[in-house]
Nanobody, 124 residues
Framework: QVQLVESGGGLVQAGGSLRISCAAS????????MGWFRQAPGKEREFAAT????????YYADSVKGRFTISRDNAKNTVYLQMNSLKPEDTAVYYC?????????????????WGQGTQVTVSS
């Protein structure tokens, strides 16, 4: 079992930056592929980024590639999403998720554990 708690969301102006975090419980955090997803009002949850268990491999959705960076610190049981050059269309609730499927994992159905989400709002 893994419990995930996101933090760090908030309101930021377009062009700004924000880093959100996801703290995980459990001694096996380092075994999981981790992902970040987002869901805007009235839209389906969509994939943003994923990272393998070592942190050495990452994969991004085209919509965030070059602007977002996913990273993890297994000693702290935490995964991060650094978001730069934010746009109003990045406004969404951001969720972290964990899976034992091998990296890369972009389908929501492949993730077993989800956090409660953190709101990111980008003003124009």
């Amino acid at each position: 079992q893994v419990q995930l708690v996101e933090s760090g969301g908030g309101l930021v102006q377009a062009g700004g930056s924000l880093r959100i975090s996801c703290a995980a419980s459990g001694r096996t955090f380092g075994s999981y592929t981790m992902g970040w997803f987002r869901q805007a009002p009235g839209k389906e949850r969509e994939f943003a980024a994923t990272i393998n268990w070592t942190g050495g491999s990452t994969y991004y959705a085209d919509s965030v590639k070059g602007r977002f960076t996913i990273s993890r610190d297994n000693a702290k049981n935490t995964v991060y999403l650094q978001m730069n050059s934010l746009k109003p269309e990045d406004t969404a609730v951001y969720y972290c998720a964990a899976t034992l499927y091998s990296f890369p994992v972009i389908r929501t159905s492949r993730y077993n554990y989800w956090g409660q989400g953190t709101q990111v709002t980008v003003s124009s």
